[in-house]
């Protein structure tokens, strides 16, 4: 869960955004914002919009989708593409870098941190371009769905 000093932070930066870039800062854009520092995870835009109908705040999907789109422009959420799935978003305030785990046959996605890798990339350095962030994905199986499989192929072949 995010603090309020960041929530405070995350307002801020938002209406200064939209400011520079002449939007209105709308009180659906805000409660958007709200609701997707409130996920202490990663969250899909349908799942913020499912949160917002359970809270009865209704706001269309287009409306979500953009200023998911806005959040991200303006450096508050990161969005993410794990496989084929729908882009998945996480707020870049309470996020050191850290790297994903992604199971390709549950799609269940696991967070790390890998000091060493993480030591290792603060020190490389790039002629020309000063990096703000990385990301690193590592698909593979996660332990449920490899039991499983084991589980399924010792029953196939009891048959």
Do not use: W
Not at 36 to 50: C, I, N, P, Q, T
Not at 144 to 158: D, S
Request: net charge positive.
């Amino acid at each position: 869960m995010i603090d309020d000093r960041l929530k405070l932070n995350a307002k801020s930066k938002f209406a200064m955004y939209m400011e520079t870039q002449n939007m209105r800062k709308t009180p659906e854009r805000f409660a958007i914002l709200e609701m997707a520092m409130s996920f202490g995870e990663h969250f899909s835009a349908d799942e913020l919009y499912r949160r917002m109908e359970e809270d009865s705040y209704h706001v269309s999907r287009a409306t979500i989708y953009n200023t998911l789109d806005l959040l991200t422009d303006c450096g508050i959420l990161r969005r993410h593409q794990f496989g084929g799935n729908q882009s998945q978003y996480e707020c870049m305030a309470e996020t050191l870098n850290h790297h994903h785990l992604i199971c390709t046959e549950c799609g269940k996605i696991k967070e790390i941190k890998d000091t060493e890798l993480i030591k290792y990339m603060n020190t490389k350095r790039y002629p020309a371009f000063t990096a703000s962030y990385y990301v690193l994905y590592i698909y593979g199986v996660c332990n449920a769905c490899a039991r499983r499989a084991k589980r399924k192929m010792n029953t196939n072949k009891k048959i």
